[in-house]
C-alpha cells in the first residue's frame, strides 16, 4: 500500500542513522524505509533538493506500483507511534475524505473546523520533510518540482539565498497546488524537522516546533 522513501546525503550518514532511530522508536521497521541518495549541489542546496524530490517520485513513479507514497528528508523525526498513523490513514480511506497529499508536519496555514479526523485541511504550509501522495497525483506534485529547476538553474548566478530565488524553493512552489487542489495536514503533527547542520542554509537549524493557522472563515 505504502512506499517510503528517505532522502540522504551519502556523506551524511549520522542523519539516515538518526532517522532510522526515531523510526524504529515509533513502532515503524526501518527496513520499510528505502534509502534514496540525495543529489548534492554544494553552491546551490535548494537546488539539489529539488533534483533529490523529483528523483525520489520518478522512482516511485517508474519502479513501484504502491498506491501511495511517502518522502522523508533526512532529518525528519517521527515523534508519534507509527500505529496512530496506519490508524489514521485508514480511517480517512473508511470515512472515504478525498485526498491528493498529505502532510506529516509543516508550517502551516489550515481551513477552520470541522475537519477530517486526524488532519486539518491545508491551504498553505512549508517543509517538505514529510509528505505523503496518492499515486495518481504524484506526477502533478513532480511537475511542479521539476518546474523550478530550470528556473533556479537559469538565476544561478544570483547567489543561493537571494529572496528570488527563495520563491523557487519546492516548499513555496508547491504552495499554488495547496490551494487549488485537496491537500491536509496531520493534527497534531506526526513529526519535526531535528535540530542539526543543513547543508541547504550551512548552518546550524532548529525550526523549532510547527504552527498552524487558521485562515478565515
Given at each position: 500500500?505504502?512506499?517510503?522513501?528517505?532522502?540522504?546525503?551519502?556523506?551524511?550518514r549520522?542523519?539516515?542513522?538518526?532517522?532510522?532511530?526515531?523510526?524504529?522508536?515509533?513502532g515503524?521497521n526501518?527496513?520499510?524505509?528505502?534509502r534514496?541518495?540525495?543529489?548534492?549541489?554544494?553552491?546551490?542546496?535548494?537546488?539539489?533538493?529539488?533534483?533529490?524530490?523529483?528523483?525520489?517520485?520518478?522512482?516511485?513513479?517508474?519502479?513501484?506500483?504502491a498506491?501511495?507514497?511517502?518522502?522523508?528528508?533526512?532529518?525528519?523525526?517521527?515523534?508519534?507511534?507509527?500505529?496512530?498513523?496506519?490508524?489514521?490513514?485508514?480511517?480517512?480511506?473508511?470515512?472515504?475524505?478525498?485526498?491528493?497529499?498529505?502532510?506529516?508536519?509543516?508550517?502551516?496555514?489550515?481551513?477552520?473546523p470541522p475537519?477530517?479526523?486526524?488532519?486539518?485541511?491545508?491551504?498553505?504550509?512549508?517543509?517538505?520533510?514529510?509528505?505523503?501522495?496518492?499515486?495518481?497525483?504524484?506526477?502533478?506534485?513532480?511537475a511542479?518540482?521539476?518546474?523550478?529547476i530550470?528556473?533556479?538553474?537559469?538565476?544561478?548566478?544570483?547567489?543561493?539565498?537571494?529572496?528570488?530565488?527563495?520563491?523557487l524553493?519546492?516548499?513555496?512552489?508547491?504552495?499554488?497546488?495547496?490551494?487549488?487542489?485537496?491537500?491536509?495536514?496531520?493534527?497534531?503533527?506526526?513529526?519535526r524537522?531535528?535540530?542539526?547542520?543543513?547543508?541547504?542554509?550551512?548552518?546550524d537549524?532548529d525550526?523549532?516546533?510547527?504552527?498552524?493557522?487558521?485562515?478565515?472563515?
Open positions: 500500500m505504502l512506499k517510503i522513501y528517505a532522502i540522504n546525503l551519502d556523506k551524511r549520522d542523519r539516515w542513522d538518526a532517522l532510522r532511530a526515531s523510526c524504529l522508536a515509533q515503524l526501518p527496513a520499510a524505509v528505502q534514496l541518495p540525495a543529489v548534492e549541489d554544494a553552491g546551490f542546496g535548494a537546488l539539489g533538493c529539488a533534483k533529490s524530490h523529483v528523483a525520489a517520485l520518478s522512482h516511485f513513479l517508474t519502479h513501484e506500483n498506491p501511495f507514497c511517502l518522502v522523508l528528508e533526512d532529518d525528519f523525526e517521527l515523534l508519534r507511534p507509527w500505529g496512530e498513523f496506519v490508524a489514521t490513514f485508514n480511517q480517512l480511506a473508511a470515512e472515504r475524505v478525498d485526498w491528493d497529499a498529505l502532510l506529516l508536519m509543516g508550517t502551516a496555514v489550515v481551513a477552520p475537519q477530517a479526523p486526524g488532519v486539518a485541511r491545508l491551504l498553505e504550509a512549508q517543509s517538505a520533510a514529510g509528505y505523503l501522495v496518492s499515486r495518481r497525483y504524484a506526477a502533478t506534485v513532480l511542479c518540482f521539476a518546474e523550478c530550470p528556473q533556479m538553474e537559469a538565476l544561478r548566478g544570483l547567489g543561493p539565498r537571494h529572496p528570488l530565488l527563495g520563491r524553493a519546492i516548499d513555496q512552489a508547491w504552495k499554488t497546488l495547496q490551494r487549488r487542489d485537496r491537500w491536509y495536514i496531520f493534527s497534531p503533527a506526526f513529526g524537522q531535528r535540530p542539526s547542520f543543513s547543508d541547504i542554509e550551512q548552518r537549524v525550526y523549532g516546533a510547527m504552527t498552524y493557522g487558521l485562515a478565515a472563515a
